[in-house]
């Protein structure tokens, strides 16, 4: 039996055009001493900033509506924009993942550059907002018991004589993001570093987020996310059993399907769907797309708005008859191309990018080179311990028989989302 969990990473290579190989030379010892004593300077100046001395970045206390409106919208098109040309197979991504990665990079950006991320990423903030709103709505998981999510950042770098850093870009990374600092030799034995790092943030189910070093790499922002949920209600053996899945490609499947009964249906003209609540915190939602409706063609008219409308007007308190299959599934991509098609194009020109507030190299550039994500889901019946809602769901459809009953069979492919209560 298993319960939900979600594993994400993102990572963000940046490249300097014209720089020249890495030297052998540099000891790993010594750089690992470096990056301990940039690591403690760095968290001493947050901690007597959240102490309220010579404070350069404020806080909040909870995001702003704006927030969620904006990440809505990127989360959508996030996914949208990965289910092009996928014919069918899975698509998984992570925004708050992407969306985390992407800030840290942003805090060293400039000119265009900052404008066509923070129109990605959020059209209605500035940087000094998204990074304030995204810190605030991340720290309110903190007190959660019975849900886990544990983000983790950290920036990597070589400062091989050339390189100028600005110390303002890793104090802001390190006061929002509670980001690692480590300046190494990139050599094998970094690669190693990095991935050693994101294995352990995400408990071993990440192990290769890099398969390489990139020659003229001068930094990589890293991000896990790992979401480890058990279902309010859990799925009592007697409602699991073996079904057909129809795929894609018109293929059947052989599946394990775990039928119960709901009490949040959603529809529209195009779709049907259910909401199944997690013990704290969050839901995850299935949307079932009508017959002749793929899940790719149902997602081109949709947006964060009416993704938000659909789940605020979804109908609480029914009967919803529910099927869905335990599935894993894995994902990985390169999302420059998408995000530089979502208006992010100068980012990644090694021409046009403006990383200035990041570090700076004589007569040369740093830009995006690739943004590596990669994400696994393990959605199974376990949950913290069973509650009799079964019987109670039977007793109260026999005693309301005028109850009109909903039917959400996940039968063939889905559209699917784990969703913040408080902010859907």
Known sequence: MRRSMVVCAAVLCLLCCGCGKRTAGQEAGQKENAAEDLMR????????????????????????EIFYADAADFAVELLKGNMKGQNGDNVMVSPLSVMTALAMAANG?????????????GENQNMDDWNRNLKAWTEG?????KTKLAVANSVWFQEDGELALEKGFLEKNAFYY?????QIPFCEESLGSINAWAEEKTGGKVKNILDQIEEDAVMYLVNTVVFDAKWMRV??????????????R??????SYMHATQSTYMEDEN?????????????????????????????ESMDGERFRELLSGAKTDVIVETSLPKFEAEYKADLSGILADLGMEDAFDWQKADFGGMGAFPDKNIYISKVVHRTCISVGELGTEAIAATDSCAAA???????????????????????????T
């Open 250 to 255: 018109g293929e059947k499947e052989e599946v």
């Open 109 to 121: 950006a400039g000119g265009d550059t900052l404008d066509q991320m923070l129109a990605v990423l």
């Open 41 to 64: 300077e760095t968290r001493e100046g947050r901690a007597e900033r959240e102490e309220g001395e010579a404070s350069d970045y404020e806080m909040a206390e909870a995001p702003e």
């Open 397 to 423: 459809a026999a005693e309301e028989p005028e109850m009109e009953i909903y039917y959400v069979y996940l039968r063939s492919p889905f559209v699917y989302a784990i969703v913040e209560n408080e902010t």
């Open 141 to 145: 998981f903190d007190g959660m018991e």
């Open 178 to 182: 509670d980001t690692d600092i480590y």
């Open 235 to 248: 799925y009592e053996e007697f409602e699991v059993n073996d079904g057909t899945f129809t795929n894609a």
């Open 271 to 299: 779709a049907v769907g259910f909401v199944k609540p997690y013990k704290e915190g969050f839901s995850f939602v299935a949307i079932k797309p009508n017959d002749g409706i793929s899940p790719e063609e149902y997602m």
